[in-house]
């Protein structure tokens, strides 16, 4: 056998043993990976949306207010004298009662005990007086004016008495003290009760705001005919600076019987609790209360509300999965959203976020919104 058939014959031979192999390979059961096709249709937008559904509201007015101290005391000084000593920290809370400012005692001691020792005697002659007056040896008038010369003696006493305790100048309530007025070697309470102090309590706190006098007016008409219903919580809310609701609910306490002629408006007032000292009296502040009660309202949340040339707008999810501008008309507000008076009838899916990625006729996938701890909370609250 010559060479060329020979090399032939080999390679016939590794390709027969190949063969089951690739037979093997190439198996029935296991399909072959299809690449994705070119232009292949993205998946759909992912977006959180709430199902609305009509139910009582609560019609709420968020007006402009200022915090003050629920209790302000000024601290002044009762008796003339030099100031000694400040005994306090400025800025750190006081008790009532407390020693603020040593005066110097000068004539204050011996004058109280002074008016003591009289006192003392005119209560030992009143005494003596009436063992007298028993045997006879003095009148009853003479009597009467030993009487007369220990209320006098008393009233004396006291007076003296006060003004040397006052030497030690207290602190009228508890609370906050700011700074000191005066300083060591200051002469005070010559001619007038100089302000040596201010003290606020600031556990709690009130809020005094207005509200207009015509939209009072209006939901009082609506409540008696029918269209609302009175508001019974007098729950009251503080929204912050920056947008969140202070954890702390405060009560109305009133409202004023009548409206100011020059603005229009009527004063209310709230108690809000303070007790981390978070507020400070003077800050302004948002007052959030229910006013009346709508039955059978539809909610949205404002950054759901958009607007175009048509008017004030949704985004809603359609049946078959596609997004869908949906008019409506707003009304008042409930807390943070708005009261839909049309164009929601309830079980809608409305788009909250991502309407950046809802185009109308697109399709979406809606997921329900998820709310944040403190905006569950606040939402509770309502």
Same mark, same amino acid.
């Given at each position: 056998?010559?060479?060329?058939?020979?090399?032939?014959?080999?390679?016939?031979?590794?390709?027969?043993?190949?063969?089951?192999?690739?037979?093997?390979?190439?198996?029935?059961?296991?399909?072959?990976?299809?690449?994705?096709?070119?232009?292949?249709? #993205?998946? #759909?937008?992912?977006?959180?949306?709430?199902?609305?559904?009509?139910?009582?509201?609560?019609?709420?007015?968020?007006?402009?207010?200022?915090?003050?101290?629920?209790?302000?005391?000024?601290?002044?000084?009762?008796?003339?004298?030099?100031?000694?000593?400040?005994?306090?920290?400025?800025?750190?809370?006081?008790?009532?009662?407390?020693?603020?400012?040593?005066?110097?005692?000068?004539?204050?001691?011996?004058?109280?005990?002074?008016?003591?020792?009289?006192?003392?005697?005119?209560?030992?002659?009143?005494?003596?007086?009436?063992?007298?007056?028993?045997?006879?040896?003095?009148?009853?008038?003479?009597?009467?004016?030993?009487?007369?010369?220990?209320?006098?003696?008393? =009233?004396?006493?006291?007076?003296?008495?006060?003004?040397?305790?006052?030497?030690?100048?207290?602190?009228?309530?508890?609370?906050?003290?700011?700074?000191?007025?005066?300083?060591?070697?200051?002469?005070?309470?010559?001619?007038?009760?100089?302000?040596?102090?201010?003290?606020?309590?600031?556990?709690?706190?009130?809020?005094?705001?207005?509200?207009?006098?015509?939209?009072?007016?209006?939901?009082?008409? =609506?409540?008696?005919?029918?269209?609302?219903?009175?508001?019974?919580?007098?729950?009251?809310?503080?929204?912050?600076?920056?947008?969140?609701?202070?954890?702390?609910?405060?009560?109305?306490?009133?409202?004023?019987?009548?409206?100011?002629?020059?603005?229009?408006?009527?004063?209310?007032?709230?108690?809000?609790?303070?007790?981390?000292?978070?507020?400070?009296?003077?800050?302004?502040?948002?007052?959030?209360?229910?006013?009346?009660?709508?039955?059978?309202?539809?909610?949205?949340?404002?950054?759901?509300?958009?607007?175009?040339?048509?008017?004030?707008?949704?985004?809603?999810?359609?049946?078959?999965?596609? =997004?869908?501008?949906?008019?409506?008309?707003?009304?008042?507000?409930?807390?943070?959203?708005?009261?839909?008076?049309?164009?929601?009838?309830?079980?809608?899916?409305?788009?909250?976020?991502?309407?950046?990625?809802?185009?109308?006729?697109?399709?979406?996938?809606?997921? #329900?919104?998820?709310?944040?701890?403190?905006?569950?909370?606040?939402?509770?609250?309502?």
């Amino acid at each position: 056998m010559n060479q060329p058939v020979a090399n032939l014959i080999n390679k016939a031979f590794w390709a027969a043993l190949a063969l089951p192999a690739l037979l093997t390979a190439c198996s029935p059961h296991e399909e072959p990976k299809k690449a994705p096709a070119a232009g292949a249709a #993205p998946p #759909p937008a992912e977006v959180e949306v709430i199902t609305v559904q009509p139910g009582p509201v609560a019609l709420t007015h968020d007006l402009p207010g200022r915090l003050e101290a629920y209790r302000t005391a000024q601290v002044r000084a009762r008796v003339e004298g030099i100031v000694q000593k400040r005994l306090f920290t400025e800025g750190s809370d006081v008790k009532e009662g407390a020693p603020l400012y040593q005066i110097q005692v000068g004539n204050y001691h011996p004058a109280n005990e002074a008016a003591k020792a009289d006192l003392a005697t005119a209560r030992q002659n009143l005494a003596r007086g009436k063992q007298l007056l028993e045997g006879k040896f003095i009148s009853p008038q003479d009597y009467d004016n030993l009487a007369t010369k220990v209320k006098q003696a008393e =009233a004396a006493y006291s007076r003296a008495n006060e003004d040397w305790q006052n030497t030690r100048v207290p602190a009228p309530i508890s609370g906050h003290i700011g700074r000191s007025l005066v300083t060591e070697g200051a002469l005070v309470g010559k001619g007038e009760a100089t302000l040596l102090a201010t003290i606020e309590q600031t556990d709690r706190l009130y809020a005094n705001f207005t509200d207009s006098e015509s939209d009072m007016l209006r939901l009082q008409q =609506a409540i008696r005919a029918g269209k609302l219903n009175p508001a019974n919580s007098s729950k009251v809310e503080l929204v912050l600076e920056d947008g969140s609701i202070y954890p702390q609910p405060g009560t109305l306490l009133f409202t004023d019987m009548a409206a100011d002629p020059g603005t229009g408006s009527v004063a209310m007032r709230a108690e809000i609790p303070n007790p981390q000292r978070e507020l400070l009296p003077g800050m302004f502040v948002t007052v959030r209360y229910a006013a009346a009660v709508m039955d059978n309202a539809i909610t949205v949340p404002q950054k759901a509300v958009l607007s175009g040339a048509q008017g004030q707008y949704v985004m809603v999810v359609e049946q078959d999965g596609k =997004a869908a501008p949906r008019p409506i008309k707003l009304g008042s507000m409930s807390g943070a959203d708005f009261i839909v008076e049309e164009g929601l009838h309830g079980g809608e899916q409305v788009i909250v976020n991502g309407l950046q990625k809802a185009r109308p006729g697109t399709p979406v996938k809606a997921v #329900p919104l998820t709310i944040a701890p403190a905006q569950s909370a606040a939402t509770q609250n309502k």
